[in-house]
């Protein structure tokens, strides 16, 4: 996940390859709650999501004292205890509107006279409605008060006054604000279903409807058979009660998907023989959003549903214009607003008021969003009309993402744009909402234009802070690091250990080595053979012997391919001697790193010393000045500045001031 202030997307060319999508946020929610009011049963969930909206369900359901345990890809869920809950707790649920609604209306029921609940947001959650599903649940004897606004949470809950559950005839629920309401109340139901039948009827429309239809699949998954009416009555028969399915499969997520059915079709060459393949979800869905399949359809997408599994091509190009009312898949509906930029005319959105309500008010958020790459949008109280710019006019834009991941996820398609300008997401870390490895997942199977991943090189002497700064900049950026001396580094070592002499005379059998090096990065660790070597190729004696091969023109070209495979999505911060000059001579960004031999014997005496080592200063100095010496004077991809580099000088400089400069650097480039 990226947890950085702004991810930028470089200017994207095409996709393929397959993606294994996370289990959907609303299945998995819904099976936690459900799983949790089986009493005294175990439930063994397998690919249920693990995002911020299920973990706000799951620690709340922990609070109340369910028994939840992970065990690799499953997890272990034992129902409730009713009797056995802790009274007075406060529930933060973030803004997970699946976990606010659904335990609104389970505690309301669940809770003893008196026993008293507090379930609480963030500020968003706080400002989204949730009135029409309390006054549902007052008749049936519910104790509920606002804690601050009238409709909003925190909702205070002080347990059920049983004689007037007795006497609740129908129940009645709006279905035009929000569907929750309705899943939430047929959640709860099960729970005071035992003597008597318990209806529900719909007031109005009712919005949303396939989201309606995942809660009635997996109350019938857990013992309970509503009766559905026409979706405007139900029925939980008397005698309900919740029974564990024993195992239950969540399916990958159809909003998610809809991010990548999209990108199939607007970047996929089925002339190159290039599709986007989503494994794991196909036309068996229970989701109500696998039905963006028809809608990318329209606009020409080449979708190809199997049972288990969508082949996704672009078909028409440019894609075309709709008018679609995309009331019965409100969430991935936000990814035909993007995709609409790369469509033949204007596309209409219509009957999508729920936008105005969901994690921000998506229509204001979209209309806004859009303009700035160069739509031109009109919106209304529950449309969106989207123009899309023409193939020269679209603008560079920083997108900003409301706290939604919707938002995050759907204008990172926009860096397909044919003017090739960047997309910067703020706040990219919004996406663990539902899909915290959205980027990752994307970045695996998009390629950049002409090939070219923004790089930034860092190179310089011995000890003059080239890994530190270049740590510190991807930190920032959210970039790869390659340090390119630990290839120099581990190819020294591996040739000690096969006791060949780091000497000239051996070039074409080092060059075989390094080209074909049992190496391997695993996160922070470089494993030779094997086993981490992390610690003994940063020795005084390996740093010698890097030093000595790294001479060897032979070996240089041979790690040449180890170094340019780094380059990937979104970019890479490249540290060593000829990372400008050689390796990336097209970077867009070449810094010469350097500071006076003294200051650098001093930071290698500290770094050794603190490491517990033993070193004199003298003699590093000494040492330090002889590896420059043989650095800069070898034949081979001598260590220099390249003629394009900025020279930094940072003897008298701490890190964040270099980082700040290089950064400055970076953005001038990018603008
Ligand atoms: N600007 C700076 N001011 C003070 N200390 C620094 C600065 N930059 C780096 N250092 C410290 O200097 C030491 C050496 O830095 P670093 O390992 O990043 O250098 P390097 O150029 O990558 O070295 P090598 O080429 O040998 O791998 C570290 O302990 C680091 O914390
Ligand atoms: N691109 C590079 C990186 C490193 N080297 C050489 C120079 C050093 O003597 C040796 C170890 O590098 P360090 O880990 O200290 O940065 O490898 C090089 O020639 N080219």
């Not at 009416?229 to 990958?252: C, D, I, K, T």
Request: glycine fraction near 8%; charged fraction near 25%.
């Amino acid at each position: 996940m990226y947890s950085i202030p702004f991810l930028d997307i470089p200017p994207l060319a095409s996709a393929h390859g397959v993606v294994r999508l996370p289990g959907s946020k609303s299945i998995s929610n819904r099976a936690l709650l459900l799983a949790a009011l089986c009493e005294g049963r175990t439930t063994v969930l397998r690919g249920l999501l693990a995002s911020d909206d299920t973990q706000a369900m799951r620690t709340a359901l922990e609070q109340l004292g369910c028994r939840i345990q992970q065990n690799g890809d499953e997890l272990h869920v034992t129902g409730l205890d009713r009797h056995a809950m802790p009274a007075g707790l406060q529930l933060h649920l973030g803004n997970a509107g699946t976990a606010m609604r659904p335990l609104t209306a389970a505690l309301a029921l669940l809770a003893r006279d008196g026993q008293q609940f507090t379930l609480t947001g963030v500020a968003r959650m706080q400002e989204r409605p949730i009135g029409d599903l309390v006054d549902a649940l007052r008749p049936l004897g519910a104790r509920i008060t606002y804690e601050k606004n009238p409709g909003f949470p925190p909702l205070q809950l002080a347990g059920l006054d049983t004689a007037r559950l007795d006497e609740a005839q129908t129940i009645r629920i709006r279905g035009d604000v929000s569907s929750q309401f309705l899943s939430a109340m047929l959640m709860a139901l099960p729970l005071v279903a035992e003597r008597r039948e318990r209806v529900i009827e719909v007031d109005g429309p009712l919005i949303s409807l396939p989201y309606v239809a995942i809660t009635l699949h997996l109350l019938q998954r857990f013992g309970v058979a509503v009766r559905n009416e026409n979706w405007r009555r139900f029925v939980v028969p008397a005698g309900s009660r919740y029974r564990s399915p024993g195992v239950l499969q969540v399916e990958p997520d159809a909003s998610s998907a809809s991010y990548f059915i999209a990108l199939g079709g607007i970047a996929s060459d089925p002339a190159q023989g290039q599709a986007i393949t989503i494994e794991g979800l196909g036309a068996d869905s229970i989701q109500g959003d696998i039905q963006f399949i028809e809608a990318a359809r329209q606009m020409g997408v080449d979708v190809q549903a199997e049972s288990n599994r969508l082949v996704v091509r672009r078909g028409a190009w440019p894609l075309k214009a709709i008018d679609i009312d995309a009331n019965h898949i409100p969430d991935a509906a936000m990814t035909l607003a993007i995709m609409a930029l790369y469509a033949d005319g204007p596309t209409r959105i219509r009957n999508i008021g729920s936008w105005r309500v969901k994690e921000t008010d998506r229509i204001d958020a979209m209309q806004t969003e859009l303009a700035k790459l160069g739509a031109a949008v009109q919106a209304g109280p529950d449309w969106l009309a989207i123009t899309p710019p023409a193939a020269q006019a679209w603008r560079a834009a920083s997108i900003a993402t409301y706290d939604d991941h919707r938002m995050a996820m759907c204008f990172a398609l926009a860096a397909f744009n044919p003017a090739g300008v960047r997309v910067r997401i703020e706040d990219p870390r919004c996406v663990g909402k539902t899909f915290p490895d959205y980027f990752e997942t994307l970045f695996g199977v998009v390629q950049a234009r002409a090939g070219r991943v923004p790089v930034i090189c860092i190179d310089g002497p011995s000890a003059s802070g080239k890994g530190t700064l270049a740590q510190a900049v991807a930190q920032q950026l959210g970039y790869g690091v390659l340090d390119s001396g630990a290839l120099y580094r581990v190819a020294a070592l591996a040739a000690r250990r096969r006791q060949l002499d780091i000497d000239p005379a051996n070039a074409r059998q080092l060059a075989e080595l390094a080209r074909n090096l049992p190496l391997c990065f695993d996160g922070e660790r470089i494993l030779l053979d094997g086993r981490d070597v992390s610690a003994e190729i940063r020795t005084e004696q390996v740093g010698r012997d890097a030093s000595l091969i790294s001479a060897i023109g032979e070996v240089r070209e041979a790690l040449l391919d180890w170094q340019r495979q780094a380059a990937r999505l979104p970019g890479l911060v490249a540290d060593g001697r000829d990372m400008g000059t050689v390796v990336f001579p097209h970077a867009p960004l070449k810094v010469f790193l350097t500071a006076s031999a003294e200051k650098r014997a001093e930071r290698r005496y500290k770094q050794l010393i603190s490491k517990g080592n033993s070193a004199t200063l003298s003699t590093l100095r000494e040492e330090l000045e002889a590896r420059d010496l043989r650095d800069t004077t070898r034949a081979a991809a001598p260590l220099k500045a390249a003629h394009d580099a900025e020279v930094l000088d940072n003897s008298e400089m701490d890190v964040q001031a270099a980082t700040e400069q290089v950064l400055r650097w970076w953005a001038e480039r990018q603008s």
